[in-house]
C-alpha cells in the first residue's frame, strides 16, 4: 500500500514567498548603504571614491548592517492588522510595557552604535574625530569630545526614532482590503499590484521632507540634551574606556566649553540626515516588498503543493495573523480569476474532514460570524465570578475561634447577670466602650456631639453674609460637580486631552474588527471568497453540492448586515467624545465598518441575482428574499 502524502501546511510555501521578498528589499537597501558608503567617504581619489571592490564596498557591507538591525526587528514585530483600541491612551498602556518596546530601542541603539563607528572610521582625519587629541609634541594626550558628541547625538536619535517606529506602528505592513474585482471575467489573470519601486518613489517626497524636518530638530535638541543629560555620563564611560588604551590625565570633569563649533554641528545635521535615510527607507522597502500579493511567477502560492487545497486550508484555519491573512487573500483569488483551483475546490468530496467546499465554507462563515459573537459579547458582556456554593463554603477551613460564640437569644432584653469571671470581665469593658461611643467626652475639646441649634443659626447668618446667593450655589455639592464637569470637559477639549477620546469610530472599530489587531482584510476576503464560489458553483460545481449551503449563507450574509447596522446605530457615545456630532452624516461613520458593509451588500447583491430565480427550489422563502433583497439594495 502506497504511504500517505503528508499535506504540507501554508506557512510551508509562504515563508519561501517571504525570504525572497526579504532578499529583495535587502537588494535596495544595499544600494543605499552604497550611495551613502560614497558620500562618507574619502575625496582624496574619484577612482577608489566609488570603486565597489576597495574601501566603498567594505563601507557598503559595514553600513548594511545598521539597516539590517532594522529588518531583523522588522520581522521579529511583524503584523498586518492595525492596532484596535477604544482611545490612544489605552493603546500606550497596553503596548508600552510590553517586550517589544524594549527590543525596539535596543535594535535601534545598537544600529546608531554601529554607524557611528563606521561613520568616524570613515571621516577624514581633518575631521578630528579621534578618541584621544594628541596635541603639540610638549603636551599629553587628552579625550577628544568631539566624537563623544557625535555619538550621543546618534544615540539620542536611535531613541527618538525607536519612539517614532512604536507611535506610528512601523511593524505594520498595510495590505490591500478591497480585492474583489466582479467586473473581470472569470478566468482572467489578475493583475500585479502596484510594483513596491513604483510604490517607493511615490513616498519619496513625503520621507524626504520628514528626513530634513528631524534632521534639523536634532540640531535644536542635540546640544541640549546632549549637555543637561547626556555630557557628563558620556564623558565618564569614554574616559574610562580610553585610559584602558592611553596614558590620559585624571581629570574627571569634562572642559567647561562643550564642542558646539560649527563644523561639528554641521557634520551631526549631514550625519543625522544620512542615519535617518537608512532607518526610513528600510522600512519602507521592507514593507513595499512584503504587501507583495500571493502568487508565485503568476500563480497561487500552494500550486507548487501535491495538495493544493489542503495547503490552502492549513492556512485558512490558522491561529497566527500571517498565514491567515495571506491565505484568505489567496482564496480570494483563486475564487475569482483561476478556474482551474475553483473547480478542484467543488470537485474534491471524499477529503478527511468533509468536502473542501464545506472546509471552506466554514472557515470564512466562521470569521463573517464573529463580527456578531463580538458584538454580542461587547452587548452581553460576561458576569463577574459567580459565588461559590453553599456546600463548598460549608467546607472551606476557618481559623480557630478567639472568643465565645454570638448569642442567639433575644438581645434586645436586659442581659442577665454575670455568673463567671470571664462573662463579669465581658461586661465591664461592653458597659465602658458604649459609654464612650455615645455620650460626649467631658474633658475633651471636640465633643461628638452634633452643632446646637444656635451654632447653627450663626454659621447660616455668616454664610449669608459673606457669601452671595450664587457663590452659595457654586459652594453646594451640586455645583462642585458642575464645576469639576466643567474643567473635565475643557481638557477633554484640549490637544493634551485628545489622547484620553474614546472616540465613536475608535470604539466601533474595537468591537467589530476585534482587539487587539483588526481583521478587516480577513473579513472583507472571506465576504468576497464566499460571493465569488457560490456565483461559480452553477457553472462549475458538478457534483450539486454547493446549492444546498446557498440557504444558510444568504442567511448569514443578511443576518450579519441587519446586526452591524443596528449595532452602528444604538451604540452609545462615550462621554469622553466631545467632538462627536450626532447630526452629522459621518457621525456615525467608520471607514472600516463601511467598507465590510459594502462588501457584505455586494456579496448578497451577486448570491440573490445569481439565485434569486431558484430561491423556492433551495428552500428561501418569498419573504426572507424580500428582505434580502432589502438589505443589499436591490429594487423590489
Not at 116 to 134: F, R
Not at 234 to 258: G, Q
Not at 500 to 512: H, K, P, S, W
Request: contains cysteine.
Amino acid at each position: 500500500m502506497a504511504a500517505l502524502v503528508r499535506t504540507r501546511f501554508y506557512r510551508e510555501f509562504l515563508t519561501p514567498a517571504l525570504h525572497r521578498r526579504f532578499t529583495a528589499a535587502a537588494g535596495v537597501a544595499l544600494l543605499i548603504c552604497y550611495a551613502e558608503a560614497i558620500i562618507i567617504g574619502e575625496k582624496a581619489s574619484f577612482l577608489w571614491l566609488w570603486f565597489p571592490i576597495g574601501r566603498a564596498g567594505i563601507r557598503t557591507l559595514l553600513l548594511f548592517l545598521s539597516v539590517l538591525s532594522v529588518f531583523v526587528l522588522r520581522v521579529a514585530q511583524l503584523h498586518l492588522g492595525t492596532r484596535n483600541t477604544a482611545s490612544p491612551f489605552e493603546t500606550l498602556r497596553q503596548y508600552l510595557f510590553r517586550f517589544n518596546t524594549i527590543q525596539t530601542l535596543a535594535w535601534y541603539s545598537f544600529s546608531a552604535w554601529w554607524f557611528s563607528e563606521v561613520y568616524m572610521w570613515s571621516a577624514p582625519t581633518s575631521a578630528n574625530l579621534h578618541w584621544v587629541a594628541e596635541g603639540k609634541s610638549y603636551e599629553r594626550p587628552r579625550l577628544n569630545e568631539r566624537p563623544i558628541y557625535l555619538r550621543s547625538v546618534f544615540f539620542t536619535l536611535a531613541f527618538m526614532q525607536a519612539m517614532l517606529h512604536l507611535y506610528y506602528d512601523y511593524d505594520r505592513v498595510s495590505l490591500p482590503v478591497t480585492k474583489s474585482q466582479s467586473d473581470l471575467a472569470a478566468d482572467q489573470r489578475p493583475p500585479t499590484l502596484v510594483p513596491p519601486l513604483i510604490r517607493l518613489k511615490t513616498t519619496l517626497p513625503g520621507l524626504f521632507q520628514r528626513l530634513v524636518q528631524r534632521s534639523l530638530l536634532m540640531t535644536i535638541i542635540g546640544p541640549i540634551v546632549y549637555n543637561l543629560l547626556i555630557r557628563q555620563t558620556a564623558w565618564s564611560w569614554t574616559l574610562f574606556l580610553a585610559k584602558l588604551l592611553w596614558n590620559l590625565p585624571k581629570a574627571a570633569e569634562p572642559p567647561r566649553i562643550p564642542p558646539y563649533h560649527i563644523s561639528l554641528i554641521f557634520r551631526s545635521v549631514v550625519s543625522s540626515f544620512l542615519l535617518l535615510t537608512l532607518w526610513e527607507t528600510s522600512n519602507a522597502v521592507f514593507s513595499a516588498y512584503v504587501a507583495q500579493e500571493p502568487l508565485k511567477r503568476g500563480q497561487p502560492l500552494t500550486n507548487d503543493s501535491r495538495d493544493p487545497n489542503g495547503s490552502l486550508l492549513s492556512g485558512l484555519k490558522s491561529k497566527k495573523e500571517v498565514p491567515k491573512t495571506f491565505a484568505f487573500w489567496e482564496l480570494v483569488y483563486i475564487s475569482q480569476r483561476f478556474e482551474t483551483r475553483r473547480k478542484s475546490i467543488f470537485s474534491e468530496i471524499d477529503r478527511a474532514g468533509g468536502p473542501t467546499w464545506t472546509q471552506v465554507m466554514n472557515a470564512c462563515v466562521t470569521v463573517i460570524q464573529g463580527i456578531n459573537t463580538r458584538i454580542a459579547e461587547f452587548q452581553n458582556p460576561p458576569s463577574t465570578a459567580p459565588t461559590p456554593p453553599m456546600q463548598q463554603q460549608n467546607q472551606m477551613q476557618s481559623l480557630p475561634r478567639l472568643s465565645a460564640p454570638l448569642r442567639q437569644d433575644q438581645i434586645t432584653v436586659n442581659p442577665l447577670s454575670p455568673t463567671t469571671s470571664r462573662e463579669r470581665i465581658q461586661s465591664t469593658i461592653g458597659t465602658v466602650a458604649k459609654s464612650l461611643g455615645q455620650s460626649p467626652s467631658q474633658n475633651s475639646n471636640y465633643p461628638l456631639s452634633p452643632l446646637t441649634p444656635r451654632a447653627k443659626q450663626y454659621l447660616g447668618t455668616a454664610r449669608n453674609k459673606l457669601l452671595t446667593q450664587g457663590q452659595q450655589e457654586a459652594m453646594s455639592s451640586v455645583g462642585l460637580k458642575f464645576q469639576f464637569n466643567d474643567y473635565i470637559m475643557q481638557f477633554l477639549q484640549s490637544p493634551i486631552g485628545s489622547p484620553f477620546r474614546q472616540t465613536f469610530r475608535r470604539r466601533l472599530c474595537a468591537v467589530v474588527l476585534g482587539t487587539s489587531y483588526s481583521e478587516l482584510s480577513v473579513i472583507v476576503d472571506a465576504i468576497d471568497s464566499l460571493a465569488s464560489l457560490a456565483v461559480a458553483s452553477l457553472r462549475e460545481d458538478n457534483f450539486g453540492k454547493v446549492q444546498k449551503d446557498i440557504p444558510g449563507l444568504i442567511r448569514t450574509l443578511v443576518n450579519t448586515t441587519m446586526s452591524l447596522e443596528s449595532f452602528v446605530k444604538g451604540l452609545a457615545v462615550h462621554w469622553t467624545d466631545v467632538d462627536f456630532q450626532e447630526m452629522d452624516r459621518q457621525g456615525r461613520k467608520a471607514e472600516e465598518v463601511e467598507i465590510i458593509l459594502d462588501s457584505l451588500k455586494r456579496g448578497l447583491r451577486e448570491m440573490v441575482g445569481a439565485f434569486g430565480d431558484y430561491a423556492v427550489e433551495l428552500g428561501l422563502g418569498v419573504g426572507e428574499m424580500r428582505i434580502a433583497r432589502e438589505v443589499a439594495g436591490l429594487e423590489l
